[in-house]
């Protein structure tokens, strides 16, 4: 453990991609989005922001949730931009966490990825804070400090567990659903007309639903991605890479089918960086060898 711990490199290309890609997710929805998208009135909240309980710790909430609509939109604009460019993780970690938490919390009917984001910000708070660069795409040039290093190794095998979590939940239900262990449940996605197969996709989930091992087949291969995706990402390093190829053929098939863009690149990201993180790259292993032989590394980023 304390060698894997001493070897342990998270800032690859997979880091960079998840931080870009959680950003950007989150920029997307700010930008596009109208209040009334994003902070619908409900019953339990008539102004459409939530505001009760550890919610109103988020930063709609912080100057009244009326009052702080258009503020905390620019604020939060303000900290994804640098955080999506990759620019000074170490000062721009925990922002990027409080603002992408902010969002999950105000919103009355926040989506899974609004959730996955704020779990996977804060877990790179230790990873970020360790991180002197000044680009998070820069070559990594000396490895990061012990106690970052140690803490990043523990996050992100928390990360690891929430991901087993997502989707061993998912998988485990579909296998107790009798409509997908039977194949029915390919009929219905294909008549469903809110949340079923876009029109020009019918036709082919029609054919698989009335034909029942195609039905079967299919119903039961996205179960098996999932129970998969669950166990293989704590595998070996062969392991890992393999979910991560089922993991991207999983979610490229939703968005096909049934959209949802912004979650599937969330949980792509995700997927990449609990499978990828900790291998190393050249420049990482060379700092790091240099270290052990006692020679001082001095990343020009860190200036």
């Not at 293989?232 to 991560?244: D, P, Q």
């Not at 096909?256 to 900790?278: E, N």
Request: proline share 7%.
């Amino acid at each position: 453990m304390t060698a894997r711990i001493a070897g342990f490199e998270p800032r690859g290309r997979a880091y960079a991609l998840l931080r870009t890609t959680l950003a950007a997710q989150a920029l997307i929805v700010l930008v596009l989005d109208p209040d009334g998208r994003l902070f619908p009135a409900t019953a339990a909240n008539p102004g459409g922001v939530r505001c009760d309980g550890v919610h109103g710790a988020a930063l709609w909430c912080l100057g009244g949730p009326s009052a702080s609509l258009l503020p905390a939109r620019l604020v939060t604009i303000v900290v994804l931009l640098p955080a999506m460019l990759g620019w000074r993780p170490r000062l721009v970690g925990i922002p990027h966490w409080y603002v992408t938490f902010s969002l999950a919390m105000a919103m009355p009917v926040p989506v899974g990825g609004d959730y996955v984001a704020q779990i996977a910000t804060m877990l790179l708070i230790p990873v970020c804070l360790g991180d002197r660069r000044r680009w998070h795409w820069s070559p990594v040039r000396a490895p990061l400090a012990p106690g970052w290093r140690g803490a990043a190794y523990a996050a992100t095998l928390v990360l690891r567990l929430q991901v087993t979590i997502i989707y061993a939940t998912a998988g485990l239900a579909k296998a107790a659903d009798g409509r997908w262990r039977d194949g029915s449940v390919l009929a219905m996605l294909s008549t469903d007309p809110r949340y079923g197969l876009p029109g020009w996709l019918r036709p082919a989930g029609l054919f698989l639903a009335g034909h029942a091992p195609l039905a079967i087949g299919a119903a039961w291969a996205v179960i098996g991605a999932e129970v998969l995706l669950a166990v293989a990402v704590h595998g070996t390093a062969g392991w890992r890479r393999a979910a991560f190829v089922v993991g991207v053929v999983l979610h490229a098939g939703i968005v096909v089918a049934f959209g949802l863009p912004t979650f599937g690149a969330v949980m792509i990201a995700v997927l990449g960086y609990a499978c990828y993180a900790g291998r190393r790259t050249e420049g990482a292993g060379s700092g790091t060898a240099r270290c052990a032989q006692g020679a001082p590394v001095i990343d020009a980023q860190e200036r």
